[in-house]
C-alpha cells in the first residue's frame, strides 16, 4: 500500500497512546459519512460494492470492518482511521497529516493516465513516476 498516494492511514501501531480529544476532526468524519464502500485494490483503485478480504485486527484489538471507503475526492481509507488518530497518532508519519491536508482542501486524487495507480495528480494527467520514464525515453534516443 505504500506506493498509493490515495491511501490514508493504512498504518500498523506498534505502541498504544494516551487517548487524545479528536474533536479537531468532526470535518472527517462528515466526509467520511458520505464515502461509497469498495474494496481497494493493488493499483490503488476503488471497486465499489466489492469486500476486502477480512478484517484487520489492530495493535490495541479494535477491529476493522472489511471493506475500505472511498472519499469523494478519490482518496480512501478505513474503519480505523479515527481510532488511529485518537489512539496512536504518535505513530502517524507526516505524509499521512499532508494527505489529511489535502482532504481537508478538497484536493483531487485521480488515476494516471498511463499506470492507472490514484495519485495527487495536480495539473499532469500522468504521475511523476510515469511523466519521469517518458523524459528519459526522449533523451536517449
Ligand atoms: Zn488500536
Ligand atoms: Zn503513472
Not at 480505523?80 to 499532508?98: A, F, G, R, T
Not at 483531487?108 to 492507472?116: A, H, Q, V, W
Request: glycine letters at 6%.
Amino acid at each position: 500500500m505504500d506506493d498509493d498516494d490515495n491511501a490514508l492511514l493504512y498504518i500498523y501501531p506498534k505502541n498504544i497512546d494516551v487517548k487524545r480529544d479528536v474533536s479537531e476532526y468532526s470535518w472527517l468524519k462528515d466526509l467520511f459519512s458520505k464515502t461509497k464502500e469498495g474494496s481497494l485494490n493493488y493499483i490503488g483503485i476503488v471497486v465499489e460494492g466489492v469486500c476486502s478480504m477480512g478484517v484487520h485486527t489492530c495493535i490495541c484489538g479494535e477491529m476493522s470492518t472489511s471493506v475500505d471507503y472511498l472519499f469523494q475526492n478519490g482518496m480512501v481509507t478505513n474503519s480505523l482511521y479515527l481510532h488511529y488518530l485518537e489512539s496512536h497518532y504518535s505513530e502517524i508519519p507526516q505524509s499521512e497529516y499532508n494527505k489529511l491536508d489535502n482532504l481537508q482542501q478538497g484536493v483531487k486524487y485521480n488515476p494516471c493516465s498511463k499506470c492507472r495507480r490514484v495519485k495527487c495528480l495536480g495539473k499532469y494527467k500522468r504521475c511523476a513516476k510515469c511523466r519521469g520514464k517518458k523524459l528519459i525515453i526522449q533523451k536517449s534516443s
